[in-house]
């Protein structure tokens, strides 16, 4: 029998530090740290509400294109953590979306999660979507000898209300930084720069990838497209494309606002904000807030000490930009800015 725990989600725009604490907690001893397990999924994450553990396996273990296209160790060497040296088991056209990142911040030993998964989660019954998560996840924890879960995807902030349905009770860490910075990242982060460009093609035919009933994760439309038409994309020519700094942060600023508004139909005491200035600045009592709000009953001190020694400068990139792309680049953040709390240099005048 699998117990249940309270489950917790890190939010964010994505770019904006949430890797950073991820892997930060999976250093606690208590603590299963799973990373990039929605987004991996992303256009199919929670879009069946019930199949049998045989589907729900073939979800998170099937390559698809484009997905096999735009994670690879090409577009994000950082994040992409499976080593092709080590096994011939796969291939990079072959690789189960669940070795591109999540089971290798786990084990040295991947393959074998992912084999002593499948046997766990193929002959499972049919059962509501949110089940077949929750056994995954508990599974996991159970097997690495762990006291809670959290999961974090880039992005996920589309997937709150996602979250919160399939999760009653679920707590959420929402992280974000200043869109002027985040945004900048994303532009530099081929599979988010080209999902910006994705979300600013399709608003242009009336589709919005981040509100229903088109929303990333959630669309039967979507899904079923990508099946049709998604081997039929110049994907790789499209991840070299630059986008414009106007349209990540356009991108950005909706993606804040509408994670903002799932975020605060919850009960407050299930959402802890984070900003990742904050995180940098005081590394000591951001990072003992934020265990307080998973467990208080966790111990803090090895880990605080531990885990604040990681915390380094962020990096800036607006310093590269010139003034008029920098101007461009506020006015396009400057709804989630506001929402956030940060300062703009100029505000934008009426009419």
Partial sequence: MISLTQPTFIVSSGRCGSTLLSDLLQLHPAVLSVSELFMANNIRAFVHARLTGRAFWRLLATPRSPMRKILTPQTCPDEFKYDFSRSNLFSQRTLPPLLYMALPRLSDEPEVLFFELEAAMIPRASA????????????????????????RSGASLMFVDSMARLFPGAKFVHLFRDGRETALSIRDYPPLSLLAQSWFEAKRFGVDLLKPPFRLGESRALAWAEGLLGPLQPIK???????????????????????????????????????????VAQPKEALADLLGFIDKDLPQSAWIAQASQRIGAPRARRSGLTPAECASLEQACAGGLRALGYALVQEPQPG
């Fill in 128 to 151: 509501p979507l949110a089940e077949h998560y929750r056994f995954f996840f508990e599974w996991l924890r159970q097997r690495l000898g762990k006291k809670i879960w959290v999961e």
């Fill in 237 to 279: 020519q499209r991840l070299r494309t630059k986008t414009d700094v106007s349209v990540v942060g356009a991108f950005w600023s909706e993606m804040v606002l509408s994670g903002l508004k799932s975020l605060a139909a919850l009960p407050p005491q299930q959402v802890l904000s984070l900003s990742y200035e904050r995180l």
